[in-house]
């Protein structure tokens, strides 16, 4: 099984960058669609970014679209999202998430529900 730990959260002001690291251990990740995902207090856990397992395909949401980027390197066993021009409504808890059930899959899933490992998550504020 395996295990994913997200690390680089933190308070930043807004306008300011981020990186968010995703290391996973047990197995590799090297075949499986990986995700981001983020929930804010009250709030219902939102996709954010999803990246094919070679990393030829990525999506986003609209509302990160042009501002996140999302990689990963395999051979580090690490799914990456870079964030940039951060806004206040970015604050929330982000998660990493792997979806094992699709091997070697072009599909990149946008609802929670496709990925079946998640990590703790990783706490992002943004100050105005």
């Known amino acids: 099984q395996v295990h994913l730990v997200e690390s680089g959260g933190g308070l930043v002001q807004a306008g300011g960058s981020l990186r968010l690291s995703c290391a996973a251990s047990?197995?590799?990740?090297?075949?499986?669609?990986m995700g981001w995902f983020r929930q804010g207090p009250g709030k219902e856990r939102e996709f954010v970014a999803a990246?094919?397992?070679?990393?030829?395909?990525?999506y986003y949401a609209d509302s990160v679209k042009g501002r996140f980027t999302i990689s990963r390197d395999n051979a580090k066993n690490t799914v990456y999202l870079q964030m940039n021009s951060l806004k206040p409504e970015d604050t929330s808890l982000y998660y990493c998430a792997a979806d094992q059930r699709r091997f070697m899959s072009r599909v990149l899933g946008a609802r929670w529900d496709e990925y079946d490992v998640w990590g703790q998550g990783t706490q992002i504020t943004i100050s105005s």
């Open positions: 047990g197995r590799t990740i090297s075949t499986y669609t």
């Open positions: 990246i094919s397992w070679s990393g030829s395909s990525t």
